[in-house]
């Protein structure tokens, strides 16, 4: 399967505990999405990359969040000091800058639970 | 991007058609109307999407309102496997004609198919 992967599926962590996820876009897909859902609402946007640059950033990411993707090519995700309000499942997917009208593709999302 | 309205839930029969309403009366010239859905526990899936014609393709129909304040997605023969949450979303186009970016999603409309 050539879709996008992310990892881990499952996170369990304590409140102030970093953690840190990553994301494997479809190999010749240049953008990546962040996005993060909460129970009950649709995904909300957190930070685009084309290529290794980090092009738009969203206010949702404060500043205990970090976004990287060194080659442009798989991309990490990271929380500090975790919170409870951190609980969510956190989304990638990746599109092909010419591609069929920049469809994006949707990874499984990884689960985020702080206690 | 212009905001969109669509009911909170549906129910459909079985084989039946499916037909998922969505507003968005503000909606300018250049953005074009996307549908994504996402099945439990999955990341959303890209359906259709469309500017001012109506559009089909394997998974669906989209119908655009002549003054595109409004816009229909119908699953022509419903299955049990098409019960998700259906996202309308409405995106700014680049110059060149596609699409790029974050995307914007509402709460949906979960469309649930009964047997």
């Known amino acids: 399967d050539t879709g996008v992967s992310q990892d881990p599926r499952h996170k369990i962590t304590k409140r102030g505990q970093n953690v840190t996820f990553r994301c494997d876009p479809i190999?010749?897909?240049?953008?990546l999405y962040w996005y993060r859902q909460t129970l009950g609402q649709g995904p909300e946007f957190l930070t685009y990359f084309q290529n290794e640059a980090q092009l738009e950033k969203s206010r949702l990411l404060s500043d205990r969040f970090s976004a990287e993707r060194p080659k442009g090519s798989f991309s990490t995700l990271e929380i500090q000091r975790t919170e409870q309000g951190d609980s969510a499942m956190y989304l990638c997917a990746s599109s092909f800058r010419s591609g069929r009208y920049n469809e994006q593709f949707f990874g499984p999302g990884t689960r985020l639970t702080v206690l | 991007d212009a905001k969109t309205t669509q009911p909170p839930s549906m129910d459909c029969a079985e084989g039946r058609a499916a037909n998922l309403p969505c507003n968005h009366s503000t909606i300018s010239g250049n953005e074009y109307v996307y549908w994504y859905r996402q099945i439990h526990s999955q990341g959303p899936q890209y359906i259709i999407h469309?500017?001012?014609n109506n559009e089909t393709n394997e998974m669906a129909s989209l119908i655009i309102t002549e003054d595109r304040k409004s816009s229909t997605l119908i699953l022509p023969h419903a299955t049990l496997r098409d019960t998700a949450v259906y996202y309308c979303i409405v995106r700014v186009a680049s110059a060149g004609g596609t699409s790029y970016g974050k995307l914007t999603f509402g709460q949906g409309t979960i469309l649930t198919v009964h047997p």
């Open positions: 190999s010749e897909h240049n953008r």
């Open positions: 469309g500017l001012k």
